[in-house]
């Protein structure tokens, strides 16, 4: 069974960075597609980036193309993301999860691996 656990959030001002980390436990990370998802107050939960397993290809998507960056460290058994140039609109909770299809994860959204999210906010 995996586990995932969030840090790094807090309260930044626009134009600044954060790097977010996802801490895994119970299982080899090098066998899961990982992902970072995030939910605002009142919206649906949304994907943000995932990298997969196979050949460490990312995805993004395009309101944070260029200004976020997904990396993982298989020997840490840890995924992070590195978000720069924030925006008022990042705020939210941000989620990582995990599952051996990146299909699973990243379109259909059915992974059965999450973390309990951090919660980031861009505010002046």
Do not use: H
């Not at 309260?11 to 990982?34: H, I, K, M, W």
């Not at 970072?36 to 395009?62: H, L, M, N």
């Not at 840490?76 to 990146?102: F, G, H, I, R």
């Amino acid at each position: 069974q995996l586990q995932l656990v969030e840090s790094g959030g807090g309260l930044v001002q626009p134009g600044g960075s954060l790097r977010l980390s996802c801490a895994t436990s119970g299982s080899t990370l090098e066998d899961y597609a990982t992902g970072w998802f995030r939910q605002a107050p009142g919206k649906e939960r949304e994907g943000v980036s995932c990298i997969s397993s196979s050949d460490g290809s990312t995805t993004y998507a395009d309101s944070v193309k260029g200004r976020f960056t997904i990396s993982r460290d298989n020997a840490k058994n840890t995924v992070y993301l590195q978000m720069n140039s924030l925006k008022p609109e990042d705020t939210a909770v941000y989620y990582c999860a995990a599952d051996k299809s990146v299909l699973r994860l990243w379109v259909l959204r059915l992974s059965d691996y999450w973390g309990q999210g951090t919660q980031v906010t861009v505010s002046s």
